[in-house]
């Protein structure tokens, strides 16, 4: 069986087996925390210093090679320094996004490669549209909530997950704390990958959506 295919006939196999791959290519037991950087966003892990490892995302079981332009395909592992504590940190240098339609397997196997291999707190980013209009272009903005519109889940079957807390405010707060200018808003996720005619930006400002953008889970 494939890498790929092994994605879609058993994608927690297929996590488990990229965890394991980074464990023994990184040396490193278990990573604590998970960056993936969306468009835009390759060149801020400069500022995490040099990484201890480097490999393409392909290399790795169930990793697709990019196709969006701004993602490297890479994947890095870092030791970082937090609170007098020595961490380690995994990054995602892009994702697979809904909208090249490739089901929602590929685009949710970083975030489970990550928890399997330890990850505790999952940091994502992303490149998106303002729909609050005191927003201005190029403006930071912390997601709190999301709306979803994508009509899809990467869970099935009777899985209940309480969403309350699923952008952590306690995070959301030690960031703040390094700059409290950042704003906080509601995230729309919208599958794409057409662009929201006026009217659905009129809709998604009306229930309350402050961005919108295409880059799920």
Request: a negative charge.
């Amino acid at each position: 069986m494939t890498s790929s295919e092994l994605l879609y006939s058993d994608p927690m196999a297929a996590a488990n087996a990229a965890a394991q791959e980074i464990i023994e290519r990184t040396g490193v037991s278990a990573h604590n925390v998970a960056l993936i950087m969306g468009s835009g966003w390759v060149s801020a892990v400069d500022a995490l210093g040099s990484p201890s490892f480097e490999c393409n995302a392909e290399e790795l079981t169930g990793f697709l090679p990019p196709t969006v332009e701004g993602h490297s395909g890479k994947v890095r592992s870092y030791e970082i320094e937090a609170g007098g504590k020595k961490l380690r940190a995994l990054v995602f240098l892009g994702r697979t996004h809904l909208y090249e339609g490739k089901g929602v397997e590929p685009v949710v196997h970083s975030v489970r490669t990550a928890v399997k291999a330890g990850c505790t707190i999952i940091i994502l980013t992303n490149a998106c549209g303002g729909i609050n209009t005191k927003y201005r272009v190029g403006q930071p903005v912390l997601i709190r909530d999301h709306i979803s519109l994508t009509a899809v889940s990467p869970l099935s079957g009777a899985v209940f997950v309480d969403l309350t807390d699923l952008y952590s405010k306690r995070i959301r707060e030690i960031v703040k704390r390094e700059d409290a200018t950042l704003d906080e808003g509601v995230y729309v996720h919208w599958r794409g990958p057409t662009y929201e005619t006026p009217a659905e930006i009129h809709m998604m400002r009306t229930m309350g959506g402050d961005l919108v953008g295409m880059s799920n889970w």
